[in-house]
């Protein structure tokens, strides 16, 4: 089974803290992703990495960075947190279709929530 | 417009009944389609692909008009347990490759006893 697991499930900053979220895959997958939920906009694509080292940003990538040092590792900085990024965290992996069943299928980690006041 | 567009719900049904939901997607070069469930407070899990011919896994019924550009999904005989948000889902990758997806922002479904 797939397993991706996030660091922390809640999290409280203030604003202007700087802010690490982090997401562990144990399946070998090349490629990570990190969205953000919010209520009526659904998810979002902030930053993706397709592998070890590389990155590309998503739909809304302002006020985040990214870190891929190490293939089931990739993780989420918030270099000033600000209070508009409070939301619910999710990291996802997937691995070029090597499952034959669910070739697309994005794997997800239980999410972070995270508040800044 | 947003790239894929739900009915937010709620969706309230008795339990045994059917019960449809439609998505719209944007973009008429998607080259794949897909059905996520969330539960309240979970990550979300894939439910089902959706094929150009119309795709049936027990309960659950997923079709694609390209032309028109639309998804369903249909559940039939609701259970309790189907109670979720369920989350209309496009891949946007150029050619299919690789594994961009758009989500659209959920349509929740209430069933009850």
């Known amino acids: 089974d797939v397993k991706v697991t996030q660091s922390s499930r809640y999290l409280v900053k203030r604003t202007g803290e700087k802010v690490f979220l982090e997401c562990v895959q144990d399946m070998d997958h090349e490629n990570m992703f990190w969205y953000r939920q919010d209520p009526g906009l659904g998810l979002r694509l902030i930053y993706f990495?397709?592998?070890?080292?590389?990155?590309e940003k998503g739909d809304i990538p302002e006020g985040y960075s990214v870190s891929r040092e190490k293939k089931e590792r990739f993780s989420l900085i918030l270099e000033s947190a600000s209070t508009n990024q409070t939301s619910m965290y999710l990291c996802?992996?997937?691995?070029?279709?090597?499952?034959?069943?669910?070739?697309?299928?994005?794997?997800f980690g239980p999410g972070t929530r995270l508040t800044v006041t | 417009r947003k790239e894929v567009e739900q009915d937010p719900g709620p969706f309230n049904v008795p339990e045994g009944a059917t019960v449809a939901f439609n998505c719209t997607y944007s973009?008429?070069?998607?080259?794949?389609f897909f059905w996520y469930r969330q539960d309240c407070r979970k990550e979300p899990k894939l439910l089902m692909s959706?094929?150009?011919s119309g795709n049936e896994d027990g309960r659950f019924t997923a079709q694609l008009n390209r032309a028109s550009q639309y998804i369903s999904l249909l559940i039939r005989d609701s259970k309790l347990s189907d109670s979720a948000t369920y989350l209309c889902v496009v891949n946007r990758s150029p050619r299919g490759a690789g594994n961009m997806l758009t989500f659209g922002g959920g349509t929740r479904l209430m069933v009850k006893p």
């Open positions: 973009n008429s070069a998607s080259q794949s």
């Open positions: 959706v094929y150009s």
């Open positions: 990495s397709y592998d070890v080292k590389m990155k």
């Open positions: 996802a992996s997937w691995g070029s279709g090597r499952d034959l069943r669910a070739p697309y299928e994005q794997y």
